[in-house]
T-cell receptor
Framework: KNQVEQSPQSLIILEGKNCTLQCNYTVSPFSNLRWYKQDTGRGPVSLTIMTFSENTKSNGRYTATLDADTKQSSLHITASQLSDSASYICVVSANDYKLSFGAGTTVTVRA | DTAVSQTPKYLVTQMGNDKSIKCEQNLGHDTMYWYKQDSKKFLKIMFSYNNKELIINETVPNRFSPKSPDKAHLNLHINSLELGDSAVYFC?????????????FGSGTQLSVL
């Protein structure tokens, strides 16, 4: 079983609306949690990195939250734009520097 | 300027052939990586090099041989290609390889083995 589970697998939203993506993990010990955005045909690009002591971190219209007790994270996209259409990948780092990747949530923003 | 560049973008080849994928980063980073993204979109680490030295080898078949001529380059050579090698291969780099560092990825090489 993968140690990083993301939901939903995919979602479609209208331009201008908000959406929230979920990430649950079992990786232990925990070092940090990252969210990446991967456009089709491109490599992943880092959005946020959060360590154990951080509950929330923003990058423009992207806001990530972390609950290290329940081992859950969310990525909230505010006022979505067409350019937000991409796959969003949750990545958890253990203290041995290994990264565990989720399968990603594919977001499609429609005009 | 592209920070992490890899070539070719697409690679279509027959089973049994030998092929190479090249990667270069101009960020001045010490650590470079190769990742494989399978059809289910999971990214898995294959190798990591720090300043030309191998530091991670995730039980990848020895048909895969990374080579780092200098810390700005990490090439991947694959011998005797198999159907199961079909995937997208991503090169990445980070400053020194610390656990809290941001990874910078290349655009990927889509390998199709026929």
């Amino acid at each position: 079983k993968n140690q990083v589970e993301q939901s939903p697998q995919s979602l479609i939203i209208l331009e201008g609306k908000n959406c929230t993506l979920q990430c649950n993990y079992t990786v232990s010990p925990f070092s940090n949690l990252r969210w990446y955005k991967q456009d089709t045909g491109r490599g992943p690009v880092s959005l946020t990195i959060m360590t154990f002591s951080e509950n929330t971190k923003s990058n423009g219209r992207y806001t990530a939250t972390l609950d290290a007790d329940t081992k859950q994270s969310s990525l909230h996209i505010t006022a979505s734009q067409l350019s937000d259409s991409a796959s969003y990948i949750c990545v958890v780092s253990a203290n041995d520097y290994k990264l565990s990747f989720g399968a990603g949530t594919t977001v499609t923003v429609r005009a | 300027d592209t920070a992490v560049s890899q070539t070719p973008k697409y690679l279509v080849t027959q089973m049994g052939n030998d092929k190479s994928i090249k990667c270069e980063q101009n960020l001045g980073h010490d650590t470079m990586y190769w990742y494989k993204q399978d059809s289910k979109k999971f990214l898995k680490i294959m190798f990591s090099y720090n300043n030309k030295e191998l530091i991670i080898n995730e039980t990848v078949p020895n048909r895969f041989s990374p080579k780092s001529p200098d810390k700005a380059h990490l090439n991947l050579h694959i011998n005797s290609l198999e159907l199961g090698d079909s995937a997208v291969y991503f090169c990445a780099s980070s400053q020194v390889g610390g656990s809290n560092e941001k990874l910078f990825f290349g655009s990927g090489t889509q390998l199709s083995v026929l």
